[in-house]
């Protein structure tokens, strides 16, 4: 893509999507129409109004670096600098788990499991976005958010300002920032990939999420063994604690809740692609 051309929205488009997809890009074609979107400040459908447009030398030198970065397989949301969920938009940097849709489940699933919640803490809060749209869903709770990252907390903060969201974040593992301190719902999108496994994972992932986000121990559930049985001295009687899992976790998960004392049968939910996704249980009364 040189300077000197005359560089058309269709043209770019074209090149862009023929050079992301031999680097690996999956849907390249539209992650290059976001970018562009980005860069001219029109939407998708704007883009095609003005499809004979050419971009403007300012234009194009911004789009440029934006496509070299996602060529080597930086994270898009890292090169937009932020992530919709649950109809939200969040702030994404390195120091936080970029958000995924499959966690949407978890946060859906806590607000009609506990629709009342007063008390509501998010361990492992990373960019907060389960924190701030549990505040958004239940408006009358106080949520609490934990992280072990300091800079993961400052970006979890700014996105509370964005959205106006009353959250209360701690820094700390696990339990440890709310000692003595009870709840009505407990949720946590803890980190779950096995050690062996994260060096298969994609470049995305792998090189630019959190280590500490992803690494859940020889088999992935060495937070679940300590999250699930601490929880009990933490939720009021009748408090649910929800969980995310990996492919594959949920069954060994559930067995842990029926382990640890003081938990009524648990339940396991699907996200939107079949997958069982979330595992939680209810605090016996």
């Known amino acids: 893509m040189t300077q000197t051309?005359?560089?058309?929205?269709l043209k770019v488009l074209g090149w862009t999507r023929d050079f992301l997809a031999a680097r690996g890009v999956e849907n390249a074609r539209l992650e290059a129409e976001w970018m562009l979107c980005a860069v001219t400040g029109m939407d998708r459908v704007g883009?095609?109004?003005?499809?004979?447009?050419?971009?403007?030398?300012?234009?194009?030198?911004?789009?440029?670096?934006?496509?070299?970065?996602r060529g080597k397989r930086e994270p898009l949301q890292h090169i937009l600098g932020t992530q919709e969920f649950c109809g939200l938009e969040f702030e994404v940097t390195p120091d936080v788990l970029i958000p995924r849709h499959d966690t949407e489940t978890l946060v859906n699933e806590a607000s009609s499991r506990q629709p009342a919640a007063r008390q509501v803490l998010d361990i492992g809060t990373g960019s907060g976005c389960i924190a701030i749209s549990l505040a958004c869903h239940l408006p009358g709770a106080s949520v609490t958010a934990t992280d072990?990252?300091?800079?993961a907390l400052e970006v979890a903060r700014g996105n509370?300002?964005?959205?106006?969201?009353?959250?209360?974040f701690l820094a700390g593992s696990l339990f440890q920032p709310v000692v003595g301190r009870r709840f009505d719902l407990i949720v946590s999108n803890p980190p779950y990939i096995p050690s062996a496994d994260i060096?298969?994972?994609?470049?995305?992932?792998?090189d630019h999420d959190p280590r500490t986000a992803l690494d859940g121990g020889g088999d992935g559930l060495d937070i679940y063994r300590s999250l699930i049985p601490a929880a009990t001295e933490h939720l009021n009687p009748g408090g649910w604690l929800l969980v995310e899992v990996g492919i594959g976790q949920a069954q060994a998960v559930a067995q842990l809740f029926r382990?640890?004392?003081?938990y009524e049968e648990p339940v396991v939910v699907m996200d939107s692609g079949g997958i069982e996704r979330v595992v939680g249980a209810r605090r016996k009364g």
């Open 5 to 9: 051309e005359i560089w058309t929205t």
């Open 47 to 69: 883009l095609y109004v003005n499809f004979e447009k050419p971009l403007s030398d300012q234009e194009l030198t911004a789009y440029r670096a934006m496509v070299a970065r």
């Open 148 to 151: 072990i990252s300091p800079a």
């Open 160 to 168: 509370a300002r964005r959205h106006n969201a009353d959250v209360e």
């Open 199 to 206: 060096e298969g994972l994609e470049p995305e992932v792998r």
């Open 259 to 262: 382990l640890a004392d003081g």
